[in-house]
């Protein structure tokens, strides 16, 4: 099993310093693919600055200081992606995993009313048995729930590490949205219009900004009246 990769072989949506450390960890299979996420030691050593060599960053996260979600995370190589919240005993700070305006996952200071909260997005949904809906959210997790209003493509206000749904934010005309990939990644836009195709391509979202991107990469974050807030990401 390949543990490590050479540091020019990162992925490009791994925005780190190419020639600090030789050698970078590679993310291990779980919630996130491989492509869309950061193995935990790189995001503590190359981000965040937690530690300067694996080996320390290792003791930190033997130690029980670091939280993914909300749940301790020992694991070096555990792959976080968008929207996950890592939290470390001592920091003021939560981080939360957002995309720079180059399609790069990086890590910002998340907002002090944000604490013990988490979006993420419906990729599907489908009946259980007893009539109840399991959701299938983009970060790999999956929740159970009897609200049949919920759809894809809506995103759930979470309370981490419960993942009890507090808010849903629809997929809809008027609200606010993220975009996680095409040209105009990184940027909060909002929704003007919602274009179904009738082939198999994808549906297309208009925006008020004047420009349109396919459905996969719109993540809602807010409606006109309450908006997931963020604060700006370094680029």
Not at 148 to 171: N, R, Y
Not at 211 to 220: G, K, S
Request: charged share 30%.
């Amino acid at each position: 099993m390949i543990t490590k990769t050479k540091r020019q072989m990162v992925s490009r949506e791994v925005k780190i310093p190419r020639k600090v450390h030789f050698w970078g960890a590679t993310p291990a299979p779980g919630k996130h693919n491989a492509v869309d996420s950061i193995p935990l030691l790189t995001a503590l050593r190359d981000y965040l600055k937690i530690g300067d060599k694996e080996r320390e960053v290792t003791r930190i996260l033997n130690g029980k200081f670091v939280k993914v979600d909300g749940k301790i995370v020992k694991e070096r190589r555990y792959p976080i992606g968008f929207m996950d919240v890592v939290s470390i005993e001592g920091q003021e700070h939560d981080y939360r995993v957002l995309y720079d305006n180059k399609g790069r996952l990086t890590l910002t200071e998340d907002m002090q009313k944000n604490a013990g909260t988490k979006l993420a997005k419906v990729e599907d949904k489908k009946t259980i048995r007893g009539g109840k809906i399991q959701l299938i959210l983009h970060d790999g997790q999956n929740i159970v729930t009897e609200d049949q209003g919920i759809k894809s493509g809506d995103v759930l206000v979470l309370k981490i590490p419960e993942k009890q749904i507090l808010h849903t934010l629809k997929f809809q005309v008027g609200n606010k949205a993220f975009l996680t990939g095409g040209s105009h990644v990184g940027k909060v836009v909002t929704v003007k219009k919602i274009e179904i195709k009738e082939s198999s391509h994808a549906n297309m979202i208009h925006f008020e900004e004047g420009f349109a991107t396919i459905t996969d990469y719109v993540f809602i974050i807010g409606t006109p009246k309450f908006t997931f807030e963020f604060n700006e990401v370094a680029q």
